[in-house]
């Protein structure tokens, strides 16, 4: 690997985390991924965390693996693997750079003495106080960029344009409880048909479509919180491929990752 001396730790293994650790990964960078026990990851297919659940995940040819101890995961980095394991908190390994992808719309408990280079995605963090850059990942022209005072732009609650829909594509739960789902990635249903549960309550598409995405089945949610998504386009490779933002904050992460090095 290009830079096999410069760990980067990325915390959180969801659509946007993957999209880093893919220009990561791809540009040369030895990565370890960690995760909650238990991910929230909506698009389990392009995933890191998904294998947590799986032990392994080919996503874009590049391959994850499960570790369940820092050491087998410095190994693994070592390989040109990405490793992701089971950490709430920082590992205790050695590591260049953090990069906070959780995408919690606030700071969680990142600091910029966490690494030599911190780095955090969206709305929640100021550049030069609690990190180092901020990547922007509200879509529109600032989409990706690279922000090394102040911070991103507020979070909108309005999800990106797909096929002419935009809010209405997005699946949230009807209440709070545990979910249960009737019907799986990559079907495609018509617009009113039952999808779920959760805690007894049924769950409808909004609109006809592919399945895109669905949160794990038997996950603790909140009322109103983002569970699927819905792709009117009815595409069955995008499943299966890293969306667009998650690409274009990754460049980010790469540019603020690359220009520290330089």
Known sequence: MLFAESLIVIRGGGDLGTGVAYRLHRAGFPLLVCELEEPLAVRRMVAVATALAYGRIEIEG??????????EAAELAATGLVPVMVSPQ??????????????????LDTTIEDAQL???????????????AVIETSRGPHLGRVIYQGGAEPNTGIPGEAGGKSAERVLRAPATGAIEWDQDIGDVVEEERLLGRVAGVPLRAPIGGLIRGLISGGSTVAAGQKVGDIDPRSDPGSIHEISDKALAVGGGVLEAVLAWLN
């Open 90 to 107: 920082l590992p205790t390994i050695n590591f260049d750079g953090v990069v906070d992808a959780r995408m919690a719309k606030r700071n």
């Open 118 to 132: 911190v780095v955090a995605l969206g709305p929640g963090f100021t550049a030069g106080v609690d990190c180092h």
């Open 62 to 71: 590049m391959q994850v693996r499960r570790v369940d101890a820092t050491a």
